[in-house]
């Protein structure tokens, strides 16, 4: 993600070498709810029941602390007030980056403590960095199995910190198996696709989704990735309400299984200049508030079955596609009537029992849409998902002639469960 230099201090203070010590078997598993995640705490001035309640109304279940400058004591406060309001926080603490004896003193300190989810280590570490950001993880998961270390790694357009490194291989497979696909809880990273200029960065966007569905296939290991809420002076557009759901939808799409939003509090005191978030600078709710909270609850209902789910594949549609993707094969079991409108189907099993769910997306920002599919005549009924309460409900599926016609709204995503 982009880098906060007024909010988090990223000294590296370190005055012992750490042990790599074998991870203690089992690894608990991460619960099967979708939680719904923001970037990043409130600051020290506003850690009151009023901001928190409003980051709880707004259908999220996880703050990602990353500042390493404030206090135990500041810490624990912020802890004491998500508990209060039913959220979960990743912390950050400095004593992350010491020596054995430090780490082990700040697990102690948070490890106990209901809001607790996890503890921050490093956001987007360079391929050197990724040795010792594995040893952390492993220690931490030492430390405490219960909770989630949080390491997210850069996208593939950050070609300044990742120069000519292979992105697939040689940084998110090479950082899954540093950490063991049995150890790492989350496969994290960021992309940001809305430009100042007006554009869509579409290339990178999918091709990253791609890259990290693909390794959470292979490995195992659930994903996570951070959806863009902001815009900055280092080129990005602050999204409206129809993009925030074209960001949500298309990562849930790709297999995310923890969205969370870059960012929810609007950053000052940095070098890099933003716009307004989903609140401002001093908390109060801007005009993407409303939006913002009810695509969090459809994204929780939606959750439900998704955390179920693997991402097989995922198509394109329309005029043209974005390089590195691709179309839906002649013979798939769910088809666009028109392979011109720009949609996503992706393919989703459920791996306990092989049922087949789809999601399907509209690619546009500003258009609704009416879509009409022809199913596959193995398909005996479809049943939508609802993202009301994220039970199947019956919809207009013409079993006779094996067709569906549904409506969606810019950046809207469906999900439907295919009976057999």
């Given at each position: 993600m982009l880098v906060l230099t007024g909010v988090?201090?990223?000294?590296?203070?370190?005055?012992?070498?750490?042990?790599?010590?074998?991870?203690?078997?089992?690894?608990?598993?991460?619960?099967?709810?979708?939680?719904?995640?923001?970037?990043?705490?409130?600051?020290?001035?506003?850690i009151t029941d009023h901001h928190f309640k409003n980051i709880r109304e707004a259908n999220v279940d996880l703050i990602q602390d990353i500042s390493l400058s404030y206090s135990q004591t500041n810490k624990l406060a912020m802890l004491d007030m998500a508990a209060a309001n039913q959220l979960k926080m990743f912390v950050a603490d400095q004593r992350v980056d010491g020596t054995d004896a430090d780490m082990a003193a700040m697990v102690n300190a948070y490890k106990n403590h209901p809001a607790?989810?996890?503890?921050?280590?490093?956001?987007?570490?360079?391929?050197?960095?990724?040795?010792?950001a594995a040893m952390r993880y492993k220690k931490l998961i030492n430390l405490d199995p219960e909770k989630v270390p949080h390491v997210n790694l850069f996208p593939s357009y950050a070609t300044g910190a990742l120069a000519n490194v292979e992105y697939?291989?040689?940084?998110?497979?090479?950082?899954?198996?540093?950490?063991?696909?049995?150890?790492?809880?989350?496969?994290?990273?960021?992309?940001?696709?809305?430009?100042?200029?007006?554009?869509?960065?579409?290339?990178?966007?999918?091709?990253?989704l791609d890259v990290i569905r693909k390794a959470g296939l292979k490995y195992k290991v659930r994903t996570s990735s951070y959806l863009q809420s902001i815009g900055s002076d280092i080129g990005l557009r602050r999204p409206d309400a129809n993009?925030?759901?074209?960001?949500?939808?298309?990562?849930?799409?790709?297999?995310?299984?923890?969205?969370?939003?870059?960012?929810?509090?609007?950053?000052i005191g940095s070098t890099e200049k933003f716009t307004n978030a989903i609140v401002d600078a001093q908390g109060n709710k801007?005009?993407?508030y409303e939006p913002f909270k009810l695509i969090n609850g459809e994204m929780r209902q939606l959750g439900k079955t998704l955390m179920k789910l693997d991402a097989m594949d995922v198509f394109h549609a329309g005029?043209?596609?974005?390089?590195?993707?691709?179309?839906?094969?002649?013979?798939?079991?769910?088809?666009?009537?028109?392979?011109?409108?720009?949609?996503?189907?992706?393919?989703?099993?459920?791996?306990?029992?092989?049922?087949?769910?789809?999601?399907?997306?509209?690619?546009?920002?500003?258009?609704?849409?009416?879509?009409?599919?022809?199913?596959?005549?193995?398909?005996?009924?479809?049943?939508?998902?609802?993202?009301?309460?994220g039970l199947e409900k019956d919809i207009d599926y013409k079993a006779a002639d094996h067709k569906l016609t549904d409506n969606f709204l810019p950046g809207e995503g469906k999900l439907y469960a295919l009976y057999k």
């Open positions: 988090c201090s990223c000294s590296k203070a370190q005055t012992e070498k750490i042990k790599p010590d074998p991870v203690k078997p089992p690894v608990a598993e991460v619960k099967d709810d979708m939680m719904i995640g923001i970037y990043v705490s409130p600051g020290i001035g506003y607790t989810a996890g503890y921050y280590i490093k956001d987007e570490p360079r391929v050197p960095d990724l040795a010792d697939e291989k040689e940084y998110v497979e090479q950082w899954i198996e540093l950490v063991g696909a049995v150890n790492l809880k989350y496969l994290s990273f960021d992309n940001y696709p809305f430009m100042k200029d007006g554009t869509l960065r579409e290339v990178p966007y999918y091709k990253d993009e925030l759901r074209y960001s949500a939808f298309t990562n849930l799409a790709y297999g995310i299984k923890l969205p969370v939003w870059f960012t929810y509090w609007t950053p801007t005009d993407l005029l043209s596609i974005p390089s590195g993707t691709k179309r839906t094969p002649s013979d798939f079991i769910w088809k666009a009537e028109n392979e011109n409108e720009f949609m996503l189907i992706t393919h989703f099993v459920n791996p306990a029992n092989n049922r087949v769910y789809i999601m399907v997306v509209n690619k546009s920002l500003t258009e609704n849409k009416t879509f009409a599919f022809k199913i596959g005549t193995a398909v005996t009924n479809v049943k939508g998902i609802s993202k009301a309460d």
